[in-house]
Each structure stands twice: as structure tokens, then as C-alpha cells.
């Protein structure tokens, strides 16, 4: 590898990192689903290494994301610490299997999964005076969430909000921006302790984390805010595009890979 294939240039990591920060304010995610394949496809990062640097990169922007959405009152905290207990030992999984396992079939099932949320994101739509409901179990469930989305996050280098953003609403009887709030929080903890344990196996280019990271951190704010003024319905329908997008874009690496 050369150089220049080690150190992409500023310009096009900030590019990827305002496009990150659109999505994470607007969905609640931590904008993988846009850092990886960008780094991966665009940039010739090796697919690990671009998984790696996007977990690094997702911490400024769920950092500021989730202060745009607590200030709006729009956190949960108590589900947001369950989730955010759970994530902290899944990342460590995540990060562990990601030098370690073929993520094929993983990709597959989280395929499977985003299909299954679209279909729904058209039919149910919460109301935004909808609470969670904390008890025993729900909390118990929310860290079994958080565990499995460390994982993926992990493995994939996604923040997990395409997993936990539909999951507290269809689930767990979260309206939509308070599901958005609680995710962005989740990340933090879930970013750091897969940062951590992707760099003791050299497996982030903090340059680029820090480049994007810096970038979405930017527009985050104005796209948590456009966030609250949309329809739930609205919300639903654009969520549902984006993830039809990134099964599309999922579905294409799949089956080219086979071709080759």
C-alpha cells in the first residue's frame, strides 16, 4: 500500500464526515452505514481498517448529537444506560471477532433485519408523546439490546442506531426522537470502548477517525433539529429510504464479490 493510500487526503474525509453528521442528527445513527463502505470504496481503506477508524470516528458525533437531543428533552437516560452497559462489553466482543471471523454471514442477517425494520417503519409510527416503559425485564432486554449492538458495531463499524432506533420504537414503545436521543447517548460509551479495543490491535487510522469524527460533529445540531420538525410518519418514510439504501448498497458489494 502506498502513502497516499495510508494517508487519504482532508478533503474527501470531510466530505464523508458531513454526510455522517446529516444522518446522525437527522436518524439518531452514528453514521457508519456511510463512513465504512465511503473509506472502504472511495478511499481503498482496507474493509477492517475502515470498520476500525469508523467506530473512532462515530464518538464526536454521537457526543454532539446526543447533547442536541437531551437539550430538547428528547433522552431517555435510564434506558439509554442500559443500553449503554450492554454495548460497552459487546464492542469488546465486536472488535475481538472482527480480527477473527469471516462477517458474511453476519452481513446477511443484518441484511435480513433491515428489511424486516422497513417493512415496518411504513406501518407503525409512534407517537411522540410515547414513553418508554421501565420495569425489571424491559431493563434486562435494553442491555441484552445494547450487548448485540456492540457486537455488530464491532464487527460491521457501525454505531448501532440502524438497530436501536427501530428496536426502542417497535419494542420497547419509544417515540421516535426520544429513540434517536437515547441511541446517539448509547454510542458514546460503545464508541470508546471499541475504539479501545480496535487500537490495541492497530486497527484504527486515528487521522481519518478524527478528520470525519470533527466533520459530522459539525451538522450534527442542524439535523437534530430538523429532526424534531419532521412528521413521525415523514421521519419513518425517510429512514426507511436510507435503509432500503444501504440494503441496495449491502446487497451489490455481495453479490459482485461473487462474480469475482
Do not use: H
Not at 38 to 65: F, N, Y
Not at 144 to 154: A, D, I, P, R
Amino acid at each position: 500500500m502506498t502513502e497516499s493510500e495510508k494517508r487519504p487526503g482532508l478533503v474527501p474525509l470531510i466530505a464523508i464526515g458531513l454526510a455522517a453528521g446529516l444522518l446522525s442528527g437527522l436518524f439518531g445513527i452514528g453514521g457508519g452505514t456511510i463512513i465504512v463502505p465511503a473509506l472502504a470504496l472511495w478511499l481503498g481503506m482496507p474493509q477492517r481498517l475502515a470498520a476500525g477508524t469508523s467506530v473512532a470516528a462515530i464518538l464526536p458525533a454521537a457526543a454532539v448529537g446526543a447533547i442536541s437531543y437531551a437539550v430538547q428533552g428528547n433522552v431517555d437516560w435510564t434506558a439509554a444506560l442500559c443500553l449503554a452497559v450492554g454495548i460497552v462489553a459487546g464492542a469488546q466482543l465486536g472488535t475481538y471477532l472482527l480480527a477473527r471471523l469471516p462477517v458474511s454471514a453476519l452481513q446477511w442477517a443484518f441484511m435480513v433485519f433491515l428489511l424486516v425494520v422497513i417493512v415496518t417503519l411504513w406501518f407503525v409510527v409512534p407517537q411522540r408523546e410515547d414513553e418508554i416503559g421501565i420495569n425489571l425485564l424491559s431493563a434486562a432486554l435494553l442491555v441484552l439490546t445494547g450487548f448485540v449492538t456492540g457486537v455488530l458495531s464491532g464487527v460491521l463499524g457501525v454505531g448501532g442506531g440502524v438497530i436501536v432506533v427501530p428496536v426502542l420504537m417497535f419494542f420497547f414503545g419509544a417515540n421516535d426522537l426520544v429513540a434517536k436521543g437515547s441511541s446517539l447517548v448509547m454510542m458514546i460509551p460503545g464508541s470508546i470502548s471499541g475504539t479501545i479495543g480496535n487500537m490495541r490491535r492497530n486497527n484504527v487510522d486515528m487521522r481519518a477517525a478524527l478528520a470525519v469524527g470533527i466533520a459530522a460533529s459539525v451538522c450534527v445540531p442542524f439535523s437534530s433539529v430538523l429532526a424534531t420538525l419532521l412528521d413521525p410518519f415523514i421521519a419513518n418514510v425517510l429512514f426507511s429510504l436510507y435503509l432500503a439504501y444501504l440494503v441496495g448498497q449491502m446487497l451489490y458489494k455481495k453479490l459482485r464479490g461473487r462474480a469475482k
